[in-house]
Nanobody, 123 residues
Framework: QVRLVESGGGLAQAGGSLRLSCAAS????????MGWFRQAPGKEREFVAA????????YYADSVKGRFTISIDNAKNTVYLQMINLKPEDTAVYYC????????????????WGQGTQVTVSS
């Protein structure tokens, strides 16, 4: 059974940084892609970043390019989202997701999801 567990969320000031982690377990993830999505209150879930399991393909939402970096540690089955220069509009619950196949930006193409971790950025 695939399990994704996010950690690293919390409160940060505008301009600050946080690093989210997503620990994956339950199967061999070779051939999988991992994504980060977020959902703010009253808003739809939106794509943040995605990465292939090999780490050689990455995608970012325009709103986070240059500020967020997605990376993967295959030995630890863990995906990271380094966030710098945080803005109040980054406040949301951040979800880790996994799918078999290529990295994509559409949330409905990801089969497995974590429980989410709250990120709050104060101005």
């Amino acid at each position: 059974q695939v399990r994704l567990v996010e950690s690293g969320g919390g409160l940060a000031q505008a301009g600050g940084s946080l690093r989210l982690s997503c620990a994956a377990s339950g199967r061999t993830f070779s051939g999988y892609a991992m994504g980060w999505f977020r959902q703010a209150p009253g808003k739809e879930r939106e794509f943040v970043a995605a990465i292939s399991w090999s780490g050689d393909i990455t995608y970012y939402a325009d709103s986070v390019k240059g500020r967020f970096t997605i990376s993967i540690d295959n030995a630890k089955n863990t995906v990271y989202l380094q966030m710098i220069n945080l803005k109040p509009e980054d406040t949301a619950v951040y979800y880790c997701a996994a799918r078999y196949g290529t990295a994509v930006t559409a949330w409905n193409l990801y089969r497995y999801w974590g429980q989410g971790t709250q990120v709050t950025v104060s101005s």
